[in-house]
T-cell receptor
Framework: DTEVTQTPKHLVMGMTNKKSLKCEQH?????MYWYKQKAKKPPELMFV???????INESVPSRFSPECPNSSLLNLHLHALQPEDSALYLC???????????FGSGTRLTVV | GNSVTQMEGPVTLSEEAFLTINCTYT??????LFWYVQYPGEGLQLLLK?????DKGSNKGFEATYRKETTSFHLEKGSVQVSDSAVYFC?????????????FGTGTRLKVLA
């Protein structure tokens, strides 16, 4: 298995909703990442988990809450989001920090 | 600090035309260099990479040569197809142990017309 699987592919949520994005990989990668990508821009790093521990939080607002339940799964919990949080959320994994990433196809999030 | 500069797009070409997308970088030492491709509605895919100076990465007809003297890693393809329409990102991976942050270029959108 050489894929990173993200669910759901599309999500529309209201500003008072709570939802979660899920990411799964079975390549034995020990680094997992959440990125946010706005239209016509490169991805922006949000969080990094290394060996299931949060290593990097790029000053992301607390309405985004990551979780890494085990070495294969990564979640992003969403609560009280703003319309400007609408974007493509990408999960990625890598064997090491310096290696190439494997990206998922992303979740297209719309906040209404 | 480290940085990647990528040519502005969009680039519009006819099928079978030659493609060059320029990428230059600033970094200490001789890092690996990557090109990622993002097809419409998808995540990013690693297209090719080079791990040391003068290396040539290649995949799907695309090539890029790591030139340390010009700190460049330009992407080329001899004959583009409509299916190559996508956004291409040049990227500098993290340097040093315990670092994880990639530096991506701004992306170059390629549109190939039949």
């Amino acid at each position: 298995d050489t894929e990173v699987t993200q669910t759901p592919k599309h999500l529309v949520m209201g500003m008072t909703n709570k939802k979660s994005l899920k990411c799964e990989q079975h390549m034995g990668h020990r680094a997992m990442y959440w990125y946010k990508q706005k239209a016509k821009k490169p991805p922006e790093l949000m969080f990094v988990y290394s060996y299931e521990k949060l290593s990097i939080n790029e000053s992301v607002p607390s309405r985004f809450s990551p979780e890494c339940p085990n070495s294969s799964l990564l979640n992003l919990h969403l609560h009280a989001l703003q319309p400007e949080d609408s974007a493509l959320y990408l999960c990625a994994s890598s064997l090491t920090g310096a290696g190439g990433y494997t990206f998922g196809s992303g979740t297209r999030l719309t906040v209404v | 600090g480290n940085s990647v500069t990528q040519m502005e797009g969009p680039v519009t070409l006819s099928e079978e035309a030659f493609l060059t997308i320029n990428c230059t970088y600033t970094a200490t030492g001789y890092p690996s260099l990557f090109w990622y491709v993002q097809y419409p509605g998808e995540g990013l895919q690693l297209l090719l990479k080079a791990t040391k100076a003068d290396d040539k990465g290649s995949n799907k007809g695309f090539e890029a040569t790591y030139r340390k003297e010009t700190t460049s890693f330009h992407l080329e393809k001899g004959s583009v197809q409509v299916s190559d329409s996508a956004v291409y990102f040049c990227a500098l991976p993290p340097q040093g142990s315990g670092t994880y942050k990639y530096i991506f270029g701004t992306g170059t959108r390629l549109k190939v017309l039949a």
